[in-house]
């Protein structure tokens, strides 16, 4: 862990940061900034893959579900002609659609294909790891036990590539009650975006029921959502205040909230953007830790700074844990040119979200 003060960003948001009142605490007011926060490599190649289907195709551009889980993501493509739609039954056949990065089922992929539409699969990579080996086990029979929260679009696109074989446990205390009709038969897997602490919590009671459980054969948590949880663990030992930003349907970003409550913050929330912060939630803080999910555009974060400054905390040191350099490909059918391979890349410092229209 590194930790290394640096100069207030400049903010460039769409509007100014609310002032709050500079109000006199005992001791210096600073920020502990979390690095790595924001953007991971799948949320940037799924943003930008809306942004070249726009590019390439032109509006509307249809999207099922929520490309990422970031109001102001979804709100910014919108402005440009993507069109969110809950089913697939909602768009014009022979339209262009992009699956959200957090996946879908072969069901889905089949209906689209049934209505003649253009299908752009911006599946985050490392949910498609999950997808094949939940596919694999059920050819294998086995029973899998998947941990993760029910309805989450993630879980759904998983189980739906193992119909029949999959249970749903949302947390340790349902792993107490879980049934299985053959316990010597039963593997787990996990939703990317979790606490890494409570689904270790959950592995481990499932097993002392079932000794016989079965383990991936890698991590299905994603290294973006381990890597910001580890993050916050370092800020929130030394933060009277943690403020994560990030949208309320981000399972990583409320896990970030959970997190650092658990690793010493005295308090802990979860804001969309600057406007929701609270001036009573600053009476007598003197260290502010902040982060961000991994669907968040780093000038959200930047809108926060800048209105925690107007209150005083100008002292601003960026805690490093980790250095992430990851980029996965895009569909040759959107790159620029032969060559390129990738978004613009994850953990990008100024990625601004979508490009203005």
Known sequence: MTATQISLPTPRARRAAPTLENRPVDGPKRVLLASPRGYCAGVDRAVVMVERALERYGAPVYVRKQIVHNTHVVEQLEARGAVFVDEVAQVPEGANIVFSAHGVSPAVVQEAADRGLHAIDATCPLVTKVHREAARFAKAEKQILL???????????????????????????????????DPDNV?????????????????????????????????DICYATQNRQVAIKQVAAD????????SANSSNSVRLVEVALEHGASTAHRVDDATELQQDWLDGVRTIGVTSGASVPDVLVHEVLESLASAG???????????????????????DDAGERGGRGCGVRDRQGPAPA
């Open 147 to 181: 941990i993760g929260h029910d309805g989450h679009e993630e879980v759904e696109g998983t189980a739906g590539h193992a119909v029949g074989r999959v249970t749903i446990v949302n947390n340790p205390a349902e792993a107490e009650t879980v049934e299985v009709a």
């Open 187 to 219: 593997v787990w897997l996990s939703q990317t975006t979790l606490s890494v602490d409570e689904t270790m919590q959950t592995v481990d009671r499932l097993r002392e029921r079932f000794p016989a459980l079965q383990s991936p054969p890698s991590d």
């Open 239 to 246: 933060a009277d205040l943690v403020v994560v930003v990030g």
């Open 313 to 335: 905390y100008r002292d601003l040191h960026e805690v490093t844990t980790a250095h992430e350099d990851l980029m996965f490909s895009l569909p040759k059918e959107l790159r």
